[in-house]
């Protein structure tokens, strides 16, 4: 029996409640944060004016948040059948049938599209990275590697981690060795945020028959690729000495609070869950902290 012969394909307008689950805006903020602060240093780093930078700035995020809400929308659509699957995704306005097929991707190509279109008119390489995390997110993560392999999670990091590069693009108009090193920590971010999510919900995933890492290699392999995560990231902010030493010290002791909290797995005691609801939640405070520390460290300097 299809979807549409068990109830109505629309049952009325979406409410702004579902139309944020549409496009996951809580991941798309979450990505703003890093966008900006790869455009703002790119402001200071540059010796750019802010004022005269501020319209740049402006059309970055708002051109950002609509690709990848665009994407996400589009990542809605196609698992639908999966998330049907689990109890946590049963809210989904793709999953009771709050929107139609038609409306949601007439949505989600609108978003990119127009997203694009922003992020060109900026200049050519901010348009060109903004496609690639498109085709990255949609085509290589969603489609492929989600189903497919356990490596799906670090495959999406991959365009999960652009919007500092087309924050700092959006300004410069090239890449740089700053600009890389905040790919790399929201690239080496992303799968110690997600693995701690995928534990909590591992019998989710074992039931939709998504490989995610903690579903087929249990937690004890999940905990050693967390960890091996977490080893990248320490060096990380010494390739960001520009930023001065007051920097690289605050980055690397939250650094070193989360491997010191990675390593309280080890007691006998350990409740897995509760375990990976804390690194779940320390992720999120460490995204918000280190880009902030970014900018307001810059700033500091750039006063």
Known sequence: MSKSEVVPE???RISYKELKAIVKLGLVQGNLIPAFAGGWLAIVMTNRSFLSSIPELIVMMIGSTLVMGGACAINNYYDQD???LMPSKQNRPTVNDRISDRNLIMLSMGMMIFGELLLFMINV???????AGIVGYV???SIWSKRHTTWNTVVGSFPGAVPPLIGWVAIDGQLSVMALALFAVVFAWQPI?????????????RIA????LPSVKGFNRTRIGMFLWLIV????????QELGTTFVVLATLLNLGWIGLGLTSFKTSTDESKWATKMFVYSLNYLVVFFALVVVISLIKWI
């Open 139 to 141: 085509s290589f993560y």
């Open 82 to 84: 999966i998330d049907q």
């Open 193 to 205: 945020h997600f693995y701690a999510l995928a534990i909590k919900r591992s019998d989710e995933y």
């Open 233 to 240: 990231l320490l060096p990380l902010p010494f390739v960001m």
């Open 10 to 12: 629309t049952t009325g």
């Open 125 to 131: 390489p901010a348009g060109v990275i903004g496609l």
């Open 209 to 212: 028959n998504i490989p995610m």
